[in-house]
């Protein structure tokens, strides 16, 4: 199959739904994003700073980029005048300084952000518990931003084929997504996202309420990171 194949595919496997598709195109060279690019997309994801802003000065500006990898504080300033949406912050520290560089920038539109919150096994994986989302969202210092506006909750699950561990991690984002919308978001339809599902687990995540699935070999075949 084509990436042009590909991206019709999921738009079809999607039309009956509100879930939405960020096309993960890390380590693929911009000629290869065009193509999905020309098959009607616009929204990407890319998980690196600097190759996020290469790609953003050489393709199309309609494009809304998504960054869906750990973002460092002194590296905020590199995207912060032409990134959507930052899907992975996790700590206030970080959102301080978002909302600092989009106000320097003089956006007219505030940096939309996800709140990373960590359902894996795995330590190394980056992310809030739910408990500290919490306190940010309460933190007198996030009440006071002006440039930026929350979106709704990211995870990544835990690698493994057990249908029954990805439903459980899959739910766990759910109620916290639930628990903060109810807490904090009444009302306001800003907090609406909830960013899980990747090329092996999109099914289930979709199934268990996922509104924005992350899908890069799924779309671009396999990474090849000797390459880089
Ligand atoms: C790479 C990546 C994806 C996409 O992974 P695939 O398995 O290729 O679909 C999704 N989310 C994050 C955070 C990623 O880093």
Request: hydrophobic letters at 40%; proline letters at 2%.
């Amino acid at each position: 199959m084509s990436i042009k194949d590909n991206i019709l595919y999921f738009d079809e496997q999607l039309r009956q739904s509100p879930c939405r598709l960020v096309a993960v195109s890390k380590t693929h060279p911009v000629e290869v994003i065009k193509e999905a690019y020309d098959a009607g997309h616009r929204l990407f994801g890319e998980n690196k700073v600097q190759e996020l802003v290469e790609k953003y000065a050489l393709l199309p500006h309609d494009i809304a980029w998504h960054l869906i990898g750990h973002l460092q504080t002194n590296k905020v300033k590199y995207i912060a005048e032409f990134i959507d949406t930052i899907e992975s912050v996790d700590s206030l520290k970080l959102l301080v300084e978002i909302n600092k560089r989009a106000e320097m920038y003089g956006r007219t539109l505030p940096i939309n952000c996800m709140l990373q919150i960590s359902i894996a096994d795995e330590e190394t994986k980056y992310g809030m518990s739910c408990e500290e989302a919490d306190a940010l969202l309460q933190s007198v210092e996030y009440r006071s931003m002006e440039y930026v506006r929350i979106t709704g909750v990211m995870g990544i699950a835990t690698n493994t084929p057990h249908e029954g561990k990805l439903r459980q991690e899959f739910r766990q984002l759910r109620s916290c997504f639930m628990y903060l919308k109810e807490k904090f978001f009444v009302g306001n339809d800003d907090f609406r996202e909830i960013s899980m599902g990747m090329t092996s687990d999109w099914k289930i995540a979709v199934e268990e309420g996922s509104t924005m699935i992350r899908v890069g070999s799924g779309i671009f075949g396999a990474r090849d990171y000797s390459k880089k």
